[in-house]
């Protein structure tokens, strides 16, 4: 009965797969192209199988669509010095600002955050950006990683009075093509097609609404 028992136990913990739990969020997953504000990324772990932090990372792909090859944007690792390091050479004049900690007494409070402006983001910072942690685990002994991913999307912005435009181009072809069935037509006066002028007014159920006025004589 002993021997049993012995067996189940032993076949219970190699059955089982202990890892550090990681999340990873974004303040916002999609940005409007030249808003204001920051983006934040934070990497932080969630369970207490880590006994040791070897490091924790931000990476991203090295170009959108590059097929997962990674880069490190910011990173802590454990050492003489333990403070959030910023890649530059990756970000140049972008604003990003690398934060966070290793916590050697309490490693579940170990965290990393990346800040980015908003106002500086392109298209090319719409990819897949990762957080990766190393650790050493306490059930196990063995060093081991976990990743968690998330997307970044970047979208532009409309351009309000073209479409008004474009749509008052729209209605004076379709009333020129109704007037060329007239037969009093040749009559009227030759008028040259003037855009109309926009102005706006705030709608507080809409935000911004959009009022033309026809400057062109009937």
Not at 37 to 64: F, H, K, W
Not at 127 to 132: I, S, T, W
Request: hydrophobic share 35%.
């Amino acid at each position: 009965m002993d021997l049993a028992f012995m067996l189940v136990a032993i076949w219970l913990i190699a059955g089982t797969k202990f890892v550090a739990s990681l999340s990873f969020t974004l303040s916002a997953s999609r940005v409007k192209l030249g808003t204001t504000g920051t983006l934040r990324m934070t990497c932080n772990i969630t369970e207490i199988d880590a006994s040791v932090i070897y490091n924790i990372q931000i990476r991203r792909e090295t170009d959108p669509g590059s097929n997962y090859t990674w880069e490190t944007i910011a990173e802590i690792e454990a050492g003489s010095m333990e403070i959030p390091f910023l890649d530059k050479d990756i970000v140049n004049d972008k604003d990003f600002v690398a934060g966070g900690v290793i916590d050697k007494d309490t490693p579940i409070n170990t965290y990393l955050t990346l800040d980015m402006n908003k106002e500086k983001l392109t298209y090319s910072d719409a990819r897949d950006y990762r957080c990766e942690l190393t650790y050493k685990s306490n059930i196990t002994g063995s060093v081991a990683s976990v990743k968690r991913n998330a997307s970044l999307s970047i979208v532009g912005i409309t351009n309000i009075v073209a479409i008004v435009y474009g749509s008052y181009m729209t209605v004076e072809m379709r009333k020129a093509k109704t007037r060329g069935s007239d037969n009093n037509i040749h009559n009227r006066p030759r008028q040259e097609l003037l855009p109309p002028s926009v102005t706006y007014a705030k709608d507080d159920r809409q935000g911004c609404s959009i009022q033309e006025t026809d400057d062109v004589s009937p």
